[in-house]
């Protein structure tokens, strides 16, 4: 089984089971990301508000592209539950279509957002991989500070 990391602004005791954030939707719920995400949400995915955020620990510089903290705690996390895989360059590219386009393509953003929730690699960009669970537990704590900007497609 692959180490997941989950980037956090607290340290957490190891053996705590994280689960999904009950703010989740206050932060989250009106943004135009999750809301063109959830519209096309396959019914068997995850909503991400019942989701566990986590990134591969091989590429734990991923946390920040995945929306966690520059700086904090790392935490390496044995997922409870099964875990779904998403790639977050499909995610970019449909911010890039829908805030850079005069017309938004319906057809196209519905494409963009199936592969994101598949987790369909991209042909020419590097893959940025986000997982997801309805709990995990926490197995490790460091704390980590990112230097220099994000890894980005």
């Known amino acids: 089984m692959p180490a997941y990391v989950h980037g956090s602004r607290n340290d957490v005791p190891v053996g705590t089971v994280l689960t999904p954030r009950p703010d989740y939707l206050a932060d989250w ?6 809301q063109t995400l959830e519209e096309h949400r396959p019914p068997d995915c995850l909503p991400h508000e019942r989701s566990v955020f986590m990134v591969s620990a091989e590429n734990e510089d991923d946390i920040v592209h995945a929306g966690g903290p520059r700086s904090g705690w790392k935490l390496t996390l044995d997922p409870l539950d099964r875990v779904e895989t998403h790639n ?8 890039e279509h829908c805030c850079g386009a005069e017309e938004e393509d319906a057809a196209l953003v519905a494409e963009l957002a199936r592969r994101y929730w598949r987790g369909v690699p991209h042909d020419t960009l ?5 997982y997801v669970t309805t709990a995990a ?5 460091v704390e980590y500070d990112v230097d220099g900007p994000c890894r980005r497609p």
């Open 126 to 130: 590097p893959d940025t991989w986000e």
């Open 88 to 95: 977050l360059v499909w995610l970019d590219a449909i911010f």
């Open 29 to 34: 719920g009106g943004s135009f990301v999750y």
């Open 137 to 141: 537990e926490v197995v490790r704590s």
